[in-house]
């Protein structure tokens, strides 16, 4: 509980052939690929930045911006290390009231206390507007039943603490089928006001099923995860590598949603995060076409994923489907699905290469939960 998370670069260099593992941790570089040149006309500096990774052509030494003068020189410059201030900020400037029910922020796969797809800032950024946050650490490489058991655990002593009747459950990425799992088996609707998902794989996600096909034996795949697992949370103790994946699989999506029916007591929403490879203008528009609500994507760009999750960009969009690097759009949709965000699957939480908001598109991860919170509120939960 109230888990600060840590740095979101913490590096994990970890050999192994299990796929969905290598895409969270093997190619951990980030920040180190760099650009090798400062391109000062300003036309050969937007190429760059659009081929280099993101955050790859960022130099904490040099800001070709602020030497060139193009921040706030009346055009949007995309390729800054920090916003221009000629670029617009995605979203409205959030206001409003604390909610009623506390916020209980629960994490995915491979998050808990640490790295990049653990919380970053959020619960501090949402305690500061005055609600009463939480975060969960539960085992981070487990079955939806075993992680669900001790979500449900945890808001039990969230209500404990607080005497609330209610509360208001977000969840990254897998944790929104734990947190499905426990309103509609574990029978938690009468204590759960609404469920807010970012990029849930709730019609399951390739790459785990990818990782099925390749999956050494449990033991080794196990192994890896403990390794891992000891780096990003408190609970990683026993971990089952193979139940997390068969939970996340495409195969297994169709079964989940049968047994496991929404209960009318709770406002289900939810969002995807959307990013590309070059995060060109015409990767924005393929994006705004599946995407719902575009208020919150830039016009003329799109987030660029990390590092990380960019060697499986093909298999997990089936070749051309809109995702985040981990989870497509379609996946993502359920119950009240209120569009797209600019941001890869650690951004969403976060977790930015570059400085907040990404001055690629504008987009900031604490202004948008905060608006989150506030329009919950909002609702009267
Ligand atoms: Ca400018
Ligand atoms: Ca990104």
Redesign the pocket.
Known sequence: MNVQSRTPRLSILVPGPAAALAALVSVAAVGCASADEVAYDKAEADLAAEEAP??GGKSDFLDVCDLAGWYGDGTCDRMCQSLDPDCPLLGPEPTGAATRFPIVLHHGMAGGRAWILTYHGIREALAADGHAVYQTQVPPFDSVEVRGEALAAQIDEVLAATGAEKINLVAHAMGGLDARYVISTLGYGDRIASLTTMSSPHRGAALADFALTLAPGDLLLDGIAALVGAHVSDVAGDPDLRSAMEAMAESSAAAFNARTPDDDRVYYQSWSGV?SLR?SAADRDRAAAVCGDVSLLPDDSL????LEFMPFASIVGHGSDQHD?MVTVASARWGDFRGCV???H??EIGN???SRP?P?TGWDPERFWRQVAFELAARGL
Not at 303 to 306: A, M, P, T, W
């Open positions: 993101e955050g990013s995060g987030d660029k994923l990390r690097g600019p941001a890869d650690a951004d930015l290469t570059t990404n690629r």
